[in-house]
């Protein structure tokens, strides 16, 4: 996808061409990402006002909108103006962290003018951002946290439904940290496998999920025969009338979710306060707390929330010298278990286990260099290639945030299909290792489809994308042949893995923001195998 300011510059040429008006969004650009645009990024604010007129005029009651008008009325200079604007987001539901962790760069010293002071005191609590669910095992589990200033941050978990503090399993207390944006991932072990609990957490000793106990459960053991749902998907603007999208996945209560790419869209390497300007945007949705609160989240990046559209970072883990930044900004962001190999080898990738399948999310940008036929770089191709040939898992998922397939777009310039000899060493390896149970992620594209990817003497290897989370824009179906496409609309992907009957079983489903089912997939584990149906693993 090209990136916002480039849509832009397109409106504003053909608008001078006499072929559209500037001010009047695209069929495929919403209202608030074009004043957004002009009011934040490109200094445009009398255009992006009026822009945000028309928009707010059909959702009134937006207060992402109503908090952008405010910060449009401060850059001209109308204060009271701003105000209102500021009070009557907060009525209509603008979480005060929102302002809080942005102020500074969209409102500037408006917000220490006493009348926002006192706004935003009244409103002011130490939990900024979170619980993150992540890193969670059988015995163990993560949260993630923001808060305001450097804080004492411990979690208290018990069984679900019991109250007895004879229960209460305590953490260690962990302090956020400035020089990691006043975050922290809070640590508690001694739970038992595939467990519900509840947990609450404290800053500075205080309770702050007093009123709603989330609750989470642990992951089940290997070989225990179990059910379970995992969610994934990319393509994640961030577009206010979207952001229902996280209520929807978390009403399915996945054990776990899958980020994969394209989280945020920043385009802005080397500008760690934009990058993270944009994280505290989603972080503040209500709606994506509650999702995040509850299921195990893992993330990786890909071009949009890593550098710019189709990024390619190259061999070096130096240069670009912004790499390393954005990696340490991600980082600061999510709960994953493991970022890469360490400070010798910068990068996102990691692997998971849930139960009896193993999950490798794998980092496509900082490495790419298609000159040296990688996408991997040597590290990650060693741990990938070494820890798949090692798994026990009935079923692998290799999670990336391009597609696999041959048939990629853009002629496979920004797919695996860049650097094929790479791609086909990991299917050599699944077949000459006779490495039952893979099935493919990708992400990127803007809509969801199938893929079945047919190489001699190994079973077939299906892909499941999905990239169209909460995007306007939409990618138009591939010209080749897929078992499944779809690009109208907004959702996300669906697996459920059933290890409970003789021939185990992951489904594909496409689930829209209604939470309507739109496509099912269903494969059986002897269909992905290389045993015969019935026999002995």
């Known amino acids: 996808m090209k990136p916002l300011v480039a849509v832009t510059a397109a409106l504003l040429a053909a608008a001078a061409a006499g072929k559209r008006d500037p001010l009047k969004p695209s069929p495929s650009q919403d209202g608030y990402l074009l004043a957004q645009k002009y009011i934040l990024a490109r200094d445009r604010t009398d255009d992006g006002m009026k822009v945000l007129a028309r928009y707010l005029a059909q959702r009134p009651d937006d207060w992402e909108g109503l908090y952008l008008q405010a910060a449009g ?81 411990e979690v208290r978990v018990s069984p679900a439904g019991a109250r007895a503090s004879a229960t209460t399993i305590r953490s260690r207390p962990v302090r956020t940290r400035k020089d990691w944006d006043f975050t922290a991932v809070v640590t508690v072990t001694g739970l038992k496998p595939w467990t519900r609990y509840e947990y609450d957490v404290l800053v500075a000793g205080r309770s702050m999920l007093s009123t709603s106990r989330p609750a989470f459960r642990t992951f089940p053991a290997r070989g225990q025969k179990v059910k379970f749902q995992v969610g994934f998907g990319g393509g994640a603007r961030y577009v206010p009338a979207r952001e229902s999208m996280w209520s929807t996945i978390a009403g399915v209560h996945p054990l776990a979710f899958l980020f994969l790419g394209d989280n945020v869209y920043i385009d802005a390497p080397g500008k760690p306060d934009v990058q993270r300007a944009h994280y505290y945007r989603r972080q503040s949705r209500p709606e994506f707390r509650r999702l995040t609160a509850s299921s195990a989240i893992y993330a990786i990046y890909d071009d949009h929330d890593f550098g710019r559209n189709d990024t390619k970072g190259g061999r070096d883990p130096d240069k670009p010298a912004w790499k390393r930044q954005s990696l340490k900004v991600f980082a600061e962001n999510w709960a994953n278990p493991s970022y890469g190999g360490g400070d010798a080898h910068p990068g996102c990738w990691f692997q998971v286990s849930i139960g009896d399948v193993d999950v490798w999310m794998l980092d496509q940008r900082y490495y790419w260099d298609v000159k040296a036929g990688s996408i991997l770089g040597p590290a990650q191709k060693k741990w990938l290639l070494d820890s798949l040939a090692a798994s026990t898992a009935t079923f692998k998922v290799l999670a990336a945030g391009t597609l696999w397939t041959e048939h990629a777009d853009k002629k496979g310039a920004d797919s695996w299909e860049s650097v094929r000899a790479e791609r086909e060493a990991i299917f050599d390896l699944i077949r000459t290792r006779r490495i039952g149970g893979v099935i493919l992620l990708s992400a ?79 494969i059986a584990l002897s269909e992905i195998s290389f045993r015969k149906k019935g026999a002995a693993k």
């Open 73 to 153: 009325f401060v850059r001209q200079g109308r204060s009271d103006q701003a105000l209102a604007a500021l009070v009557k987001a907060f009525k209509a539901g603008l979480p005060v962290e929102r302002v809080l962790t942005s102020a500074s760069e969209h409102l500037g010293t408006f917000v220490e003018t006493p009348e926002v002071k006192k706004l935003l005191a009244a409103r002011a609590k130490p939990l900024l951002h979170g619980p993150m669910l992540g890193r969670v095992t059988t015995r163990s589990a993560s949260l993630w946290v923001r808060t305001r200033g450097e804080q004492a941050v």
């Open 444 to 522: 990127d594209r803007h809509r969801t489809e199938v893929w079945k990817i047919q190489r001699e003497g190994l079973y077939p290897l299906y892909e499941f994308e999905s990239s169209k989370l909460t995007n306007i824009h939409t990618h138009g179906g591939n010209k080749h042949k897929t078992l499944f496409t779809r690009s109208k609309g907004n959702f996300f992907g669906l697996l459920t893995f059933d290890t409970t009957p003789a021939d185990p079983t992951v489904t594909f489903q496409v689930v829209d923001v209604g939470g309507k089912v739109l496509h099912t997939h269903r």
